[in-house]
């Protein structure tokens, strides 16, 4: 098992690591609109925060050997679905023509009011 960890996502906000990966198999954490310079949550709302969030998750699966090209499976966390249409739009483009599998939930609340988190699972490319 190793763990993977990049100053351009933010530092993990407990005790856990950005990513682990076993096997070729890579679990990220989940992510949250954090400014990994900042660490506070960018401004202007839920379209800045998945944007945010995307370009995070794109970090940390760099350093562990991968892309968005390799993710198998997504979750996506939304406090509110009326959200469902712009991550299905911001996820797409950031996805391309690739389509992992995925699950999207509604929840109640996200740390530090978050309107969002995302998780991955990818396979280490080569």
């Known amino acids: 098992m ?9 530092a993990a906000i407990g005790p856990y690591s950005q990513a682990i990966s ?4 890579i679990f990220t ?9 900042k660490g506070e949550l960018v401004e202007g709302g839920f ?4 944007r945010q969030v ?10 562990a050997g991968a892309s ?3 993710v198998v499976k ?3 966390f939304l406090v509110d679905f009326a959200d ?15 389509r992992p599998a995925r699950s999207t939930v509604q929840v109640a609340a996200l740390p530090r009011g978050a309107l969002l988190e995302i998780d991955m699972v990818a396979r280490r490319r080569g």
Do not use: C, K
């Not at 190793?2 to 933010?10: E, L, S």
């Not at 076993?22 to 198999?25: A, I, L, M, Q, R």
């Not at 712009?86 to 797409?92: E, M, S, T, V």
């Open 2 to 10: 190793q763990r993977h960890h990049t100053d351009h996502a933010p």
């Open 22 to 25: 076993v096997d070729g198999w």
């Open 29 to 37: 954490s989940g992510q949250i609109g954090l400014d990994p310079a």
């Open 47 to 50: 379209e800045a925060q998945a």
């Open 54 to 63: 995307l370009a995070n998750l794109a970090q940390v699966l760099e350093t």
């Open 68 to 70: 968005f090209q390799n």
């Open 74 to 76: 997504t979750t996506i």
């Open 84 to 98: 469902f249409a712009a991550i299905n739009r911001l996820y797409g483009e950031a996805m391309g023509e690739h």
